[in-house]
């Protein structure tokens, strides 16, 4: 009797081949069913932005830490008290922001362990890789767009209120 066989092809025509057969046994039959690898350029390509949006991320939670800083700073010199409740909110989306960067670092690093796997059965893998991969860049352009928003509130909040005890 026939078992699960599997056509191998040579490791390189692997690389280069987008699909393999495989028959398999179902209800007394032999079936043949697809195997789909992913090119090894979008292969690369997906690992390249992985890699992107990792190193955004640490820019990210670093630049969070220095805008943290400077306001503990801010606070230690004398400041106007009044403000003091505007401090504490740019505190709180501080730390909001601290806690959806290592959300979005999760996300990140589930799909990259998705692409560690180079054969995807039947092209279940391959939908699951395109709907993270669509998810997480739709949430990293979100995430880069509210930090920005939230660097600018802040260094504007700043220009105006410290300039003006200047005056």
């Known amino acids: ?6 056509l191998y092809l040579s490791s390189m025509k692997n690389i280069f081949t987008h699909q393999t057969t495989t028959i398999k046994r179902f209800e007394n039959r032999y079936v043949k069913t697809k195997n789909y690898i992913m090119p090894e350029l979008k292969l690369k390509q997906m690992q390249y932005e992985i890699n992107t949006w990792l190193r955004l991320l640490g820019f990210m939670l670093d630049e969070n830490v220095h805008s943290k800083n400077r306001l503990t ?9 009044a403000l ?6 740019f505190q709180t989306r501080f730390i909001k922001e601290d806690a959806d960067i290592a959300i979005l670092k999760k996300e990140v690093t589930a799909l990259d362990s998705l692409l560690v796997r180079e054969v995807f059965e039947d092209g279940a893998i391959i939908k699951a890789v395109r709907n993270k991969l669509k998810k997480v860049q739709t949430d990293m352009n979100n995430a880069e767009k509210q930090f920005s928003k939230l660097k600018n509130d802040f260094r504007s909040y700043l220009d105006v ?3 003006k005890n200047e005056e």
């Open 1 to 6: 009797m026939f078992y699960n066989k599997i």
């Open 73 to 81: 700073e801010i606070l230690k010199y004398k400041f106007d008290e």
């Open 84 to 89: 003091l409740e505007d401090m504490e909110n």
């Open 161 to 163: 209120n410290i300039y």
